[in-house]
């Protein structure tokens, strides 16, 4: 333990050298916290600390001599952000033997600062050298990272043609690899793969070959992706569906769409705000039940978003008619909320009326299901001034929540009390808690809200009954906190009866 701790703390004394220009000190110490997680991080904020101070020769001797190369990319990155493309070709020249895929990173980086600045002819010379080097790998796993990291770097420098070719070659390459010797070497030949069949997706998306890029991002194989890069089939369609919509080729999206949905797995992979933008735009909404398959409220943020967009430019109409359109009652009441809760916030207290009592309306019957769209429900009438509706909603969401068997499988259940306490229900609410003998964490926020308000006598009354010393102990330490506050006394004394509590 006491070992863990002087790491950290030594950890914590190399970071604040370097952010205090102290870099020989830094340097010295740095073999001290080598292996105590972040160190890399730390040594690249080390060595483009002395490339700021000018001393490039001891930056590129020092990022190459840990990490094998990987700093050193990261240095010449540095560089290039900073319109010095000098120093970073500079970087190439110490990389480590057979690291070609380092190099390929960096000259790739080279041609998106070249083209950027419009020295095309030059930005030709540096992909002609990727590639060669690329090719001229003699390790055949170190060979396919160069082609894809190559390929990635090239489509982030807008030469599609180039990124195209380099991701098929990639492709190539990975299949020619031979098999894996390991779980290890599947995954990152598999990984590679990945990686190599986005860039050739997107940048066929981007040159115009739509069904070209569809039939590659159906040949996409599952993959663990980071959230970034975003390799999965669901987010190369997106790619397809929105390149499209771009263009304006609204029927070939729609036809795409049709495509996608006849798969065995079309349901999940269809993305769903591209789908219903496709069916808005081909006045089919009244077909997204049938097509869009919305699974979560994450689903309903992306479809609400257009919903949203056009409430901002004043289309009220269509705003509504997109957030009744969506699959289920709870999805729409929720739309419904959100357009009114932005009504809210731009002033516009009659609008935001109006779509909450709309929200209102919607019939939900789903007991586990519904309880967050009610729960947002009463939040915003509450926000809007209508208490008395707030609270009888709110009633409603306690008679639900009587109707649940099991609540410890409720993940919103702290929300849900929380609403109730904020809208005046805290007797019913502490006598829920105490009938149910819910576990304190789960209504602490609640019973601290009610704590807040006053329901001192009532929360004493519960604290006696609460499952667990700890629990008893916490509630009657924020009683005690919020009795003093109001100068409270209680039968038989002021805050004695909560001392007794406490022993």
Known sequence: ????????????????????????????????????????????????????????????????????????????????????LESALDAIQVVP???????????????????????????????????????????????????????????????????????????REAASVGPAKNDQEKRLIAFAT?????????????????????????????????????LDTYWLLKDILDGMLRNNLVDLAYRTVLEIRKRPSGAKELPIDSCAIVLDRMKRLGTMKELCQVDDSDDVSWLCNVAVDRLKRNEVAAAVKWAISLPEPRFRRLCLIDLAAKSRSAGKSGLASMLVGKAASVQCGNLEKCNYSLTQLVSELQAQGKKAKARRLARR???????????????????????LAKVGECRSLIDFVSRRQLPYYKARRALEQCAEEGYISELLSLAATLPGYSSRVELVAKLAVEAHKMGWKAKGGDLKTIARLLE
């Open 194 to 230: 990945a990686r190599a069949r986005a860039v050739l997706v997107r940048s066929l998306v981007k040159t115009g070959l739509y069904n070209q890029a569809l039939e590659q991002a159906f040949k996409q194989a599952p993959v663990r992706s980071h959230t970034i890069v975003r």
């Open 97 to 171: 033997v057979g690291k070609e895929s380092i190099i390929t990173s960096i000259l790739g980086w080279a041609v998106w600062k070249l083209v950027d600045q419009g020295r095309h002819e030059q930005a030709r010379k540096f992909i002609r050298l990727g590639q060669e080097i690329a090719s001229g790998a003699k390790d055949p796993e170190e060979r396919l990272d160069a082609f894809v990291e190559f390929a990635e770097t090239l489509y982030m420098a807008k030469c599609y043609d180039d990124a195209a070719d380099m991701a098929e070659r990639s492709l």
């Open 1 to 84: 333990m006491m070992q863990t701790e002087n790491a950290y703390a030594l950890h914590e004394i190399v970071v604040t050298m370097v952010r205090t220009g102290r870099l020989e000190e830094a340097e010295r110490l740095f073999p001290k916290i080598v292996g105590t997680g972040g160190d890399v991080f730390v040594f690249s904020w080390l060595v483009q600390a002395y490339a700021d101070k000018g001393m490039h020769d001891h930056a590129l001797w020092l990022a190459a001599s840990r990490y094998d190369g990987t700093v050193l990319r990261d240095l010449a990155w540095h560089y290039i952000m900073n319109d010095d």
């Open 397 to 419: 969401l306690l008679n639900r929540l009587s109707r649940q068997k099991d609540l410890n499988d409720n993940m919103l259940l702290s929300n849900e009390l929380l609403v």
